[in-house]
């Protein structure tokens, strides 16, 4: 297959693959990307005492950049400490802070502390001046309320893995956030989700794997990598009705954009 094209992955967990019986190491995940055409990943934490190990694990890597954040399921895994959050994310190859947000979807218990988390990531991603990664599950108006209400237009950011409805999409869309297409997107039963990706302004989708979550058809249920997003860029090129060279070098320029990339 070529790999003329130049696809960013804008999510994945490399520090969350499988490297003791499906990948030799970090680097051969890479170049499995690379022969697809994926040409840099942007590899987020979902906490912050795992964030020296993925740092570690990509430092030799100069096509992978990092986020670092806590996920809103990762609450309660270790006391949030703003100030070393705050020290991580002004390293020069953190390009985003997050991936934070709401999800009331798996543990509604611990709502006032995600709100509480995700207001302090809010204000650090301002303060950085870094844009955001958003999750968010079953907590549409609240992740709404916290952005709008937190001035989070003046980081900007992605909702990530975006599975919502196109009144969502809109609203983030009006505060200058991205949307950000995961390999739900071809499943049978997304017909709303693509729905949503025809309306989305190409100058604001990002493609992304989500690995080693959500592999796209044809590899659904197996462990998902970042050479799957070709399968991602592929599809919504379809939908959208442009080439996939098109959507490459769209998505690209707008994950260039959205993280200030020099790539």
């Not at 218990?109 to 999750?135: D, G, M, R, Y």
């Not at 949307?179 to 989708?205: C, M, Q």
């Not at 490459?248 to 260039?256: F, L, P, S």
């Given at each position: 297959?070529?790999?003329?094209?130049?696809?960013?992955?804008?999510?994945?967990?490399?520090?969350?693959?499988?490297?003791?019986?499906?990948?030799?190491?970090?680097?051969?995940?890479?170049?499995?990307?690379?022969?697809?055409?994926?040409?840099?990943?942007?590899?987020?934490?979902?906490?912050?005492?795992?964030?020296?190990?993925?740092?570690?694990?990509?430092?030799?890597?100069?096509?992978?950049?990092?986020?670092?954040?806590?996920?809103?399921?990762?609450?309660?895994?270790?006391?949030?400490?703003?100030?070393?959050l705050l020290a991580y994310v002004?390293?020069?190859?953190?390009?985003?802070?997050?991936?934070?947000?709401?999800?009331?979807?798996?543990?509604?218990?611990?709502?006032?502390?995600?709100?509480?988390?995700?207001?302090?990531?809010?204000?650090?991603?301002?303060?950085?001046?870094?844009?955001?990664v958003i999750h968010t599950r079953?907590?549409?108006?609240?992740?709404?309320?916290?952005?709008?209400?937190?001035?989070?237009?003046?980081?900007?950011?992605?909702?990530?893995?975006?599975?919502?409805?196109?009144?969502?999409?809109?609203?983030?869309?009006?505060?200058?956030?991205?949307?950000?297409?995961?390999?739900?997107?071809?499943?049978?039963?997304?017909?709303?989700?693509?729905?949503?990706?025809?309306?989305?302004?190409?100058?604001?989708?990002?493609?992304?794997?989500?690995?080693?979550?959500?592999?796209?058809?044809?590899?659904?249920?197996?462990?998902?990598?970042?050479?799957?997003?070709?399968?991602?860029?592929?599809?919504?090129?379809?939908?959208?009705g442009i080439s996939v060279e098109?959507?490459?070098?769209?998505?690209?320029?707008?994950?260039?954009?959205?993280?200030?990339?020099?790539?």
């Amino acid at each position: 297959m070529s790999n003329n094209l130049f696809i960013i992955d804008s999510h994945c967990h490399l520090d969350s693959l499988d490297y003791e019986t499906r990948h030799k190491d970090v680097d051969e995940v890479i170049e499995n990307a690379k022969n697809r055409g994926v040409q840099h990943l942007i590899s987020i934490c979902t906490t912050i005492g795992r964030f020296e190990a993925m740092k570690q694990l990509t430092a030799h890597r100069s096509d992978v950049s990092l986020s670092c954040g806590v996920h809103p399921l990762n609450v309660e895994d270790e006391p949030f400490d703003y100030e070393k959050l705050l020290a991580y994310v002004q390293d020069p190859r953190v390009v985003a802070v997050g991936e934070t947000g709401l999800d009331y979807h798996y543990t509604p218990e611990t709502k006032a502390l995600q709100q509480s988390l995700f207001e302090q990531q809010i204000e650090i991603a301002k303060q950085v001046k870094k844009p955001l990664v958003i999750h968010t599950r079953s907590a549409r108006e609240d992740t709404m309320h916290f952005l709008e209400k937190g001035n989070a237009q003046d980081c900007g950011g992605v909702l990530h893995c975006f599975t919502e409805d196109w009144n969502m999409a809109k609203r983030a869309l009006d505060i200058g956030f991205y949307i950000s297409i995961s390999g739900i997107i071809t499943f049978r039963n997304a017909e709303e989700l693509r729905d949503v990706a025809r309306k989305v302004p190409l100058d604001r989708l990002l493609v992304e794997t989500d690995s080693p979550y959500l592999a796209p058809i044809p590899y659904r249920g197996k462990p998902n990598q970042p050479a799957y997003v070709r399968e991602v860029c592929e599809y919504l090129a379809t939908l959208k009705g442009i080439s996939v060279e098109q959507m490459a070098e769209i998505t690209t320029q707008n994950v260039q954009r959205l993280f200030n990339l020099k790539l």
